[in-house]
Structures are given as structure tokens and as C-alpha cells.
């Protein structure tokens, strides 16, 4: 079975950053794209940004443009998360996941959800 592990979360100022990342044990994506998606207490899960594994293409929630950087290593089969210019909104517990392509996986993904890796925003 494969294994993820999502990391990097943690407490930061407002105006801070922090990268994430999301580590699977096998790559089983190659024609495939990941994603970050996140939760707030209180609310439904959300879209952040995916990331085509083969071609690097990105696709953007409008909150985390100009913020918020996808990329892969696709060496270490770790999907990576970096987040500047935090606000307090951006406080959530942050997921990973795989889905059909990056139009797509913001509505359907196809694995489980992990435990995730906590994001507190400092206002």
C-alpha cells in the first residue's frame, strides 16, 4: 500500500512563510496530477493549487496566486508547498492528494485523505 506523508506545517507570523511538503512512498502518478487542498476549522475542505507530475504545469486557487509556489522533486516523490506573505486566513490543516489532471482534481481526487499537516497563521 502506498504511504504519504505530509510535513512542514507549523506556528508563523502573519507576513511569514513556510513550505510543505507531501512525500509518497511510490510513485503511482506519473500521468497524473497532485494537488494541496486545505481546511479551516469550521469549513469544508478547499482547492489550493495542483501540479501536473509529468509536465509541471500548475493551476491556482485565486487566494493562493502570487502567494502560494507548487512544485515536485520528482526524485524524492515529494509534492512541495511553498507559502509567503501568510495572513490568518491561510490557517488550516493542509492535504495532499491525486487527481486526473489540474482541472480536474480540485473536485475529484482519487486517493484518501492523510492526516495532513497543521498551518497556523499568527495575526
Known amino acids: 500500500q502506498v504511504q504519504r506523508v505530509e510535513s512542514g506545517g507549523g506556528l508563523v507570523q502573519a507576513g511569514g512563510s513556510l513550505k510543505l511538503s507531501c512525500t509518497y512512498s511510490?510513485?503511482?502518478?506519473?500521468?497524473?496530477?497532485l494537488a494541496w487542498f486545505r481546511q479551516a476549522p469550521g469549513k469544508e475542505r478547499e482547492f489550493v493549487a495542483a501540479i501536473s507530475w509529468s509536465r509541471g504545469t500548475t493551476n491556482y486557487a485565486n487566494f493562493a496566486k502570487g502567494r502560494f509556489t507548487i512544485s515536485r522533486d520528482k526524485t524524492k516523490n515529494t509534492l512541495i508547498l511553498q507559502m509567503s506573505s501568510l495572513r490568518h486566513e491561510d490557517t488550516a490543516v493542509y492535504y495532499c492528494?491525486?487527481?486526473?489532471?489540474?482541472?480536474?482534481?480540485?473536485?475529484?481526487?482519487?486517493?484518501?485523505w492523510g492526516q495532513g499537516t497543521q498551518v497556523t497563521v499568527i495575526a
Open positions: 492528494n491525486v487527481g486526473q489532471n489540474i482541472s480536474t482534481v480540485s473536485r475529484r481526487v482519487f486517493g484518501s
Open positions: 511510490e510513485r503511482t502518478f506519473d500521468t497524473n496530477a
